[in-house]
């Protein structure tokens, strides 16, 4: 226990977590957090709906994985970068943002296509305030400073900037 918490602690130090979020680590890698997310978070409201922007492969994969919990219904694809190859993000007047629902994910670095999200470059305000986001970082974590005020949750596999394969971060 001590060796985990003194791990936490430091992680807590080096990206500047605040004292109001949790640290977790656990087995599975990111991807076990696809279907942990949409069992965990969805019925934070009544209309157990959940908002997806796709901007590559790894948010492909996370939306497909989410289908398979939640009626069809329920799944809301905010934008698809598809047409851009998912190199852009499609014009966020175009987004499909519903207020019912009960978080909103997004890949923050999608690697196979280049697509980084930054506090510069993404329509936070489109987003109400009274929706979690929650971001995929296994690509892009430790590597830059994280607002943490923008996000809920973050999860990030470590195998890619922090530690050993098969090691999740929350």
């Not at 602690?9 to 279907?35: C, H, K, S, W």
């Not at 942990?36 to 934070?44: P, Q, S, T």
């Not at 987003?127 to 973050?154: C, E, H, L, Q």
């Amino acid at each position: 226990i001590q060796i985990s918490d003194m791990c936490k602690e430091e992680i807590r130090t080096f990206l500047g977590v605040p004292d109001d979020f949790t640290i977790m680590l656990n087995q599975g890698g990111a991807t076990m957090q696809y279907t942990a997310v949409i069992k965990n978070l969805i019925g934070l409201k009544p209309a157990k709906k959940a908002m997806y922007l796709t901007t590559g492969l790894w948010s492909s994969q996370c939306i497909t994985e989410a289908r398979k919990h939640v009626p069809a219904g329920n799944i809301i694809e905010v934008a698809n970068s598809k047409s851009s190859n998912y190199t852009q993000l499609p014009d966020p007047n175009t987004w499909n943002i519903d207020p019912e629902a009960s978080f909103f994910h997004l890949c923050v670095n999608e690697t196979v296509h280049g697509f980084e999200i930054t506090d510069d470059n993404f329509p936070w305000a489109k987003i109400p305030k009274d929706i979690p986001i929650v971001g995929d970082m296994s690509s892009n974590i430790a590597t830059r400073k994280i607002n943490w005020d923008r996000y809920s949750v973050i999860y990030a596999g470590a195998q890619k900037n922090l530690g050993p394969t098969g090691v999740t971060l929350i």
